[in-house]
């Protein structure tokens, strides 16, 4: 469990916090490509890490991520005009550029100085994946590349991306990601319905039957240079065999799935905090082998794996707000929680942990291990920024962030590391070629 104090740094990320500095340091998504398609188009409003912004593309193609209030009377920005290169409040007319400079002040008299040093805040941005990323960090120091993360190395038609609105802090969600053992209960069908039959150590009954049998994976946690690789095995039907899953985490709070085979599509996402109650979660899917098919597609539009079913806002259709829309029924006879989606058992248990989880109430155990050591690695990265002024090394190793995660069986006499040798070609998952 964590003290009172170590909970309250790993979970706020406002902007004078030491968590909210240190993911400062990090490029973050702030909008779908998508949202801001338009030249000239409707601004979108940015909440992240407590600071409210607007997101614009003006009309030469540029991004602009500036201060949502006008810097005049105050007035949102997100009602203004996009137009001819740059941002008009309605309120009086002061324009500004993506730069955050003043491009216009009709109401100001020619010559006064204010025409020269009226701006308002903006981040630098760049599209990376589908993605719009902004870099929120110091202006004064060297601002990194983004994370190289393998699914915007990939061509548009070898992945998917989206958003989904989460109402709790973004810890939960990563812990929740980080722990493998959760899928011998959480996602499981009843027991009644499973199925031994297919011999297919690839297939996912297969698969399925060996996590419904086996609550208490082995764990192993290799550390790299951006994060760490944490892998669950169990037992198979093969007494000499494991099946391990295996997730990477890379900082601040890229997540990966752990359970894709050879010539599957992998899933991974970014969370990025909005206030500390909050945040969103841009997922990505994508497979470096093939185009993403039609059927697969229109599955991870509905909802499928840790892309929820989502609806206005991006809000998950089964939310807070109607109890995830379970059904004590099919709890009953079919599932486990009731609740129909992956994504949606994950989010529902999660934020059910509250709003921000108490962690000092906490009874933790073996299986426990990749979610501690987790929250020792960021509180630590983040208490020394804060009180030795070591700047994180990630950021500026944006190569490392190209891994994989994914599943595998292999002889049980094998260790993580040469399980991911085996799996992938490298010892710690990452994409070399």
Same mark, same amino acid.
């Given at each position: 469990?964590?003290? =009172?104090?170590? &909970?309250?740094?790993?979970?706020?990320?406002?902007?004078?916090?030491?968590?909210?500095?240190?993911?400062?340091?990090?490029?973050?998504?702030?909008?779908?490509? @998508?949202?801001?398609?338009?030249?000239?188009?409707?601004?979108?409003? =940015?909440?992240?890490?407590?600071?409210?912004? =607007?997101?614009?593309?003006?009309?030469? %193609?540029?991004?602009?991520?500036?201060?949502?209030?006008?810097?005049?009377?105050?007035?949102?920005?997100?009602?203004?005009?996009?137009?001819?290169?740059?941002?008009?409040?309605?309120?009086?007319?002061?324009?500004?550029?993506?730069?955050?400079?003043?491009?216009?002040?009709?109401? =100001?008299?020619?010559? /006064?100085?204010?025409?020269?040093?009226?701006?308002?805040?903006?981040?630098?941005?760049?599209?990376?994946?589908?993605?719009?990323?902004?870099?929120?960090?110091?202006?004064?120091?060297?601002?990194?590349?983004?994370?190289?993360?393998?699914?915007?190395?990939?061509?548009?038609?070898?992945?998917?991306?989206?958003?989904?609105?989460?109402?709790?802090?973004?810890?939960?969600?990563?812990?929740?990601?980080?722990?493998?053992?959760?899928?011998?209960?959480?996602?499981?069908?009843?027991?009644?319905?499973?199925?031994?039959?297919?011999?297919?150590?690839?297939?996912? &009954?297969?698969?399925?039957?060996?996590?419904?049998?086996?609550?208490?994976?082995?764990?192993?946690?290799?550390?790299?240079?951006?994060?760490?690789?944490?892998? %669950?095995?169990?037992?198979?039907?093969?007494?000499?065999?494991?099946?391990?899953?295996?997730?990477?985490?890379?900082?601040?709070?890229?997540?990966?799935?752990?359970?894709?085979?050879?010539?599957?599509?992998?899933?991974?996402?970014?969370?990025?905090?909005?206030?500390?109650?909050?945040?969103?979660?841009?997922?990505?899917?994508?497979?470096?082998?093939?185009?993403?098919?039609?059927?697969?597609?229109?599955?991870?539009?509905?909802?499928?794996?840790?892309?929820?079913?989502?609806?206005?806002?991006?809000?998950?259709?089964?939310?807070?707000?109607?109890?995830?829309?379970?059904?004590?029924?099919?709890?009953?006879?079919?599932?486990?929680?009731?609740?129909?989606?992956?994504?949606?058992?994950?989010?529902?248990?999660?934020?059910?942990?509250?709003?921000?989880?108490?962690?000092?109430?906490?009874?933790?155990?073996?299986?426990?291990?990749? /979610?501690?050591?987790?929250?020792?690695?960021?509180?630590?990265?983040?208490?020394?920024?804060?009180? @030795?002024?070591?700047?994180?090394?990630?950021?500026?190793?944006?190569?490392?962030?190209?891994?994989?995660?994914?599943?595998?069986?292999?002889?049980?006499?094998?260790?993580?590391?040469?399980?991911?040798?085996?799996?992938?070609?490298?010892?710690?998952?990452?994409?070399?070629?």
């Amino acid at each position: 469990m964590l003290t =009172v104090e170590e &909970n309250e740094l790993l979970t706020q990320s406002g902007a004078e916090t030491p968590m909210g500095a240190y993911f400062r340091r990090f490029w973050q998504p702030v909008a779908l490509s @998508e949202e801001v398609s338009e030249t000239d188009g409707a601004p979108v409003r =940015v909440t992240i890490l407590g600071e409210e912004l =607007v997101a614009f593309r003006d009309s030469e %193609g540029r991004i602009g991520l500036v201060d949502r209030r006008c810097p005049h009377r105050g007035a949102d920005l997100f009602f203004g005009r996009n137009e001819e290169c740059g941002l008009r409040c309605v309120y009086h007319g002061w324009k500004f550029g993506v730069d955050g400079k003043a491009m216009d002040l009709p109401n =100001v008299p020619p010559g /006064v100085r204010m025409h020269d040093t009226v701006s308002i805040k903006a981040y630098p941005t760049r599209e990376y994946g589908g993605f719009v990323w902004a870099y929120l960090g110091p202006a004064n120091g060297e601002i990194p590349d983004v994370p190289q993360l393998e699914f915007g190395r990939v061509e548009d038609s070898k992945r998917y991306v989206m958003k989904q609105r989460i109402e709790c802090n973004w810890v939960q969600i990563m812990e929740g990601d980080l722990d493998t053992s959760h899928f011998s209960f959480l996602h499981m069908p009843a027991p009644s319905l499973q199925t031994a039959e297919n011999k297919d150590t690839n297939s996912p &009954n297969r698969h399925l039957e060996w996590m419904r049998r086996d609550g208490q994976p082995k764990f192993d946690l290799l550390d790299h240079d951006v994060g760490f690789v944490a892998g %669950g095995a169990r037992e198979t039907d093969d007494a000499g065999d494991l099946y391990w899953r295996t997730t990477q985490f890379m900082l601040p709070s890229h997540g990966t799935g752990p359970a894709t085979v050879p010539g599957e599509t992998y899933y991974g996402f970014t969370l990025v905090p909005t206030m500390d109650d909050g945040c969103w979660m841009y997922c990505y899917a994508w497979n470096p082998e093939r185009d993403l098919h039609e059927a697969e597609l229109a599955k991870l539009k509905e909802g499928h794996g840790i892309f929820a079913e989502v609806g206005s806002g991006y809000m998950p259709v089964r939310n807070r707000s109607n109890d995830y829309q379970i059904d004590r029924e099919l709890q009953k006879h079919q599932t486990y929680t009731g609740v129909k989606g992956t994504a949606e058992q994950d989010i529902m248990i999660q934020q059910s942990q509250g709003w921000i989880a108490d962690r000092t109430r906490e009874n933790l155990t073996a299986t426990d291990a990749a /979610v501690v050591h987790f929250r020792r690695l960021l509180i630590g990265e983040a208490k020394a920024l804060a009180e @030795e002024g070591t700047e994180p090394s990630a950021p500026h190793d944006p190569e490392a962030y190209c891994t994989r995660p994914g599943a595998w069986v292999t002889d049980s006499g094998k260790e993580l590391e040469e399980v991911l040798t085996e799996r992938f070609g490298h010892p710690r998952g990452r994409v070399t070629s």
